[in-house]
């Protein structure tokens, strides 16, 4: 894959293990060669990565624990126009294995915290632990078993900020 123009969508269709839920994510090039190595094992005996984390064109961020995928079905479509957006209102939704449907959480107190919560479930459970967590809207911790968490996705504004507030903190020029 390769040399596609700008505007080309890539439509992932995943269904993932102890779920009837499908999910749909829509990716730009880079994304999905992100997910594509991420999925592939070149090197045979490398582990693959406990979830695959980034921005999706329709302004969410999202995390999806790969040992869970069953299926992949990938489609591609030339737009008339790039639809890319980093406007997302809905609530950050979280599903878990054995459940058919989403936990919805309206949005957080801390975007950094947020930020965080995406950073430890990229660098898997070998380096955050077991257990991760953010505020919910009224400052509440939300506690998560990265084991049992299938897919999760927040407006990417609050992720962005999370990571604003995060560079900031620790003196990181944008």
Known sequence: MGNYPPNVTFYLKICLAGTSEELGIKLREKQWNRFRNSTVNLEGGEKVQDFFTCDTIDGKHIAVNLNKIQTVNILEEISMYI????????????????????????STTEPEQLYDFFHCLDNGIDYAGQFVSF????????????????????????????????????????
């Open 135 to 174: 505020p919910d809207d009224d400052d509440e911790e939300i506690i998560i078993n990265m084991n049992e968490l299938l897919y999760i996705e927040a407006p990417q504004s609050l992720t962005d900020k999370g990571w604003e507030l995060w560079a900031k903190n620790m003196g990181i020029e944008d």
């Open 83 to 106: 639809e890319d957006s980093t406007v997302y209102r809905g609530p950050i939704k979280i599903l878990f294995q054995e459940r058919n449907e989403y936990i919805e959480v309206p």
